[in-house]
């Protein structure tokens, strides 16, 4: 019998999932390094709910709390406090999410003091209640930005932002970013062509340009063999990155149909 | 023996150096201590070099060399012994035109004097050795023994192993001030202690000159040289299988493509000398000829993803190294080496203690010490993870997802003797969070846990060995 593995039970992994179920009668496997479904939207989101039900119902099989760390020969290596399991596959989905660019992905030079985190472990600290600076310096406008500038706003912090950043206090030019101070971030350096402007802060969260967050080793790149990946980098919100994963699922579905 | 001394060695710097010889000290019967002024270990130079255990380094009859050939064979041992990653993989150095060609033959007649194994070759053999450089390379050597560590990793296992055996480690504890009764060290003075010792090491790197200025000692030569580099990710590295460097210059080494033990793949460093031990900046303009230059090497590189880039210091200075008594102040032992460090500390701490028992300290060998440090299962590299895991469950829960590094490994980084007291110190000890997604995953995770094993609350966690995450 023909099984699909898909890798990552966010909203797009879980809408993947449950149209290869619907769509093909082969065994579905979903996998995720959490012991719950819904990924950075979390468990308790009620399209997520209604999804993870959905995908029971068509017989998914969740494999949750488990991480995909290989594939190769059409085999996923699978890590867990439980033990190793290789699971068979005849193709995998990968819906592993998105990351912001990290500092060598945006040219960022200068010193490397502490206080500069990316934005996906800024959430992370905020929601569990760490305080975080006076003066933090916003870097990007992708996803994670107005959100966190929101937050940051809300606990007294004076945020700062580079070019269209709308949601900042205080707003600069958008250039390279050189970062300065040797303990913690004493400030930035933008350079903007033949300009450059002095920017005093105390933190700078990174949260630009959205890459696909990948860590399976055989399915890394776009060409990786035996792989389809389920990351868009700018469809938002969990009902429509479901609708985003079901859509490749089908493509591939078809493609199949048409290859066969 | 003084009784009144609260040591009989006192060691100033937790690099490579220092704790080599503290390992080795530490194994006989000697009350030895460290002074760190960072709250860690292999902070600056032995945090930031290319991981190299050289086999060649440079001309024949210095006593840097003479240390390189005594360390080159014991790599396997002392690495199985410390529990740390090694491997032999052999180095190809690459001629790209008539002139370089020349110059590599100076450089082989040198290895040849050294008494190191080397083999010409000649344009095919360089490409069959390895199969990423360039196709314009006109010839190359070929230095089988030449090998990769990682440089964290052997530092903390040297300063773990000391403290076990125990070396009485003291960090955060800047040297400001050396008491002298007449000619010799009485006591080093830092911002919370007084500290008594018969003998004085002095393996503070960078540092060293003002270390010995402070003792009135001789006036020493020692400056920052920094050094930047880029690192390429995993997937390009796992398909280079030798150290690739360039034809040595007549005054600096060049910018290599070195593979890592963590599986990633060094380019640099460059070599600009510097003022400010605390400037560890990279520009953009030094990093772009780090990768034209490694380009040139191997062209590939230039294709391959890049996950961080930093920069580094070495200690530059009037001598290349410096392991000998200072020539006013009798009980003040230099140990310091401009960037071989690594390379040459097994042997060094070897050659320190000899140093020290001809200069009068009684330190027979003591056979009740321990000699082996206590493998940490590691996830990524295990033949059989199911053992593993099957042992403790915890090995089974990755909190890095990019470089593999379980729950398990970050405990044991944070627990037992000299543990990691920081974000960096559990990075510096695990490899957490040095991967492709450079902590978008895992920092948050690893940032409780270090709160957690320090007693400390998330927000003032420390980040680095200076700085904390929050506040």
């Known amino acids: ?260 | 023996m003084s009784p009144r001394s609260d040591y009989d060695v006192l060691i100033i710097g937790g690099g490579v150096l220092g704790t080599a010889v503290a390992e080795r000290l530490a194994r006989t019967e000697t009350r030895v201590g460290l002074v760190e002024a960072e709250n860690d270990v292999a902070e600056h130079a032995s945090k930031g070099n290319a991981g190299v255990a050289v086999s060649y380094y440079g001309a024949p009859g210095t006593l840097e060399t003479q240390l390189i050939n005594t360390s080159a064979p014991l790599w396997e041992e002392v690495c199985a012994r410390l529990d740390v990653p090694y491997r032999r993989i052999g180095g190809v150095m690459v001629a790209l035109d008539a002139a370089e060609a020349e110059r590599l033959e100076h450089t082989h007649q040198e290895v040849l004097a050294c008494g190191v194994a080397v083999q010409a070759l000649d344009a095919r053999q360089v490409l069959a050795r390895e199969p990423l450089v360039t196709p314009h390379a006109v010839a190359g050597l070929l230095l089988p023994d030449e090998g990769i560590v990682d440089p964290m990793r052997l530092t903390a296992a040297y300063a773990r192993l000391a403290a076990t055996n125990g070396c009485d480690f003291r960090f955060a504890e800047r040297v400001v001030g050396i008491e002298r009764d007449s000619d010799e060290v009485l006591a080093v003075i830092t911002p919370t202690s007084r500290l008594t010792a018969r003998f004085i090491v002095n393996a503070a790197g960078v540092g060293a000159a003002g270390i010995s200025r402070i003792a009135g000692g001789e006036p020493l030569v020692s400056r920052p040289r920094k050094g930047q580099y880029a690192v390429v990710d995993r997937a390009f590295g796992q398909r280079l299988s030798s150290i690739v460097f360039c034809t040595h210059l007549p005054d600096t080494k060049g910018t290599n493509v070195v593979p890592t033990t963590h599986g990633s793949v060094l380019l640099g460093p460059t070599a600009q000398d510097i003022e400010d031990p605390d400037d560890r900046a990279t520009d953009a303009e030094t990093i772009e000829s780090v990768v034209d230059r490694a380009a040139r090497l191997v062209p590939e590189v230039r294709d391959a993803y890049i996950m961080k880039t930093f920069a580094a210091n070495r200690p530059a200075g009037d001598e290349q190294h410096r392991l000998r008594f200072d020539t006013k102040v009798p009980n003040l032992l230099h140990c310091t080496d401009r960037s071989a460090g690594v390379s040459i500390s097994p042997a060094a701490a070897d050659y320190t203690l000899g140093l020290l028992r001809e200069a009068g300290l009684d330190a027979p060998d003591r056979p009740s010490a321990q000699r082996v440090l206590p493998p940490v299962p590691r996830l990524r590299t295990s033949e059989h993870p199911e053992r593993l895991i099957a042992e403790n469950p915890s090995s089974g829960m990755v909190v890095c997802a990019c470089e593999q590094v379980s729950s398990a490994e970050i405990e044991a980084a944070l627990t037992g003797p000299v543990p990691a007291t920081s974000v960096e110190g559990v990075r510096k000890r695990t490899g957490a969070g040095y991967g492709r997604c450079q902590g978008s995953l895992c920092l948050a995770g690893i940032s409780f846990m270090t709160a957690m094993n320090t007693g400390t609350d998330p927000a003032t966690v420390m980040h680095t060995t200076r700085g904390t995450v929050g506040s």
């Open chain 1, 1 to 260: 019998m023909t099984t699909y593995l898909v890798v990552g039970a966010g909203p797009s992994g879980l809408g993947c999932a449950v149209a290869l179920a619907q769509g093909t009668g082969a065994r579905v496997v979903l996998i995720d390094r959490i012991p719950v479904t819904g990924g950075e939207t979390g468990w308790d989101e009620p399209h997520v709910r209604q999804l993870t039900a959905r995908a029971e119902a068509a017989g998914v099989a969740l494999r949750l709390g488990a991480l995909a760390v290989r594939w190769q020969d059409r085999r996923l290596l699978l890590i867990s406090p439980m033990g190793v399991e290789r699971l068979p596959g005849d193709h995998l989905f990968y819906a592993g999410g998105r990351r912001p660019a990290t500092q060598a992905d945006l040219g960022i030079t200068g010193q490397r003091p502490a206080g500069v985190l990316p934005a996906t472990v800024v959430e992370h600290l905020l929601t569990s209640g760490v305080a975080l600076w006076q003066r933090p310096l916003i870097i990007g406008n992708d996803i994670w930005a107005a959100p966190l500038a929101a937050e940051l706003r809300h606990r007294g912090s004076t945020v700062l932002g580079l070019g269209d950043a709308d949601w900042a206090d205080e707003r600069f030019p958008d250039g390279r970013v050189e970062v300065l101070g040797t303990h913690r971030v004493e400030g930035v350096r933008v350079h903007t062509g033949a300009d450059t402007v002095g920017i005093t802060c105390d933190g700078i969260v990174l949260a630009a340009d959205a890459r696909p967050n990948r860590n399976v080793d055989g399915a890394l790149f776009d060409d990786a063999d035996g792989v389809t990946f389920v990351q868009s980098l700018t469809v938002v919100g969990a009902v429509e990155r479901a609708a985003d994963g079901a859509a490749v699922a089908r493509a591939w579905i078809h493609s199949q149909g048409e290859s066969a």
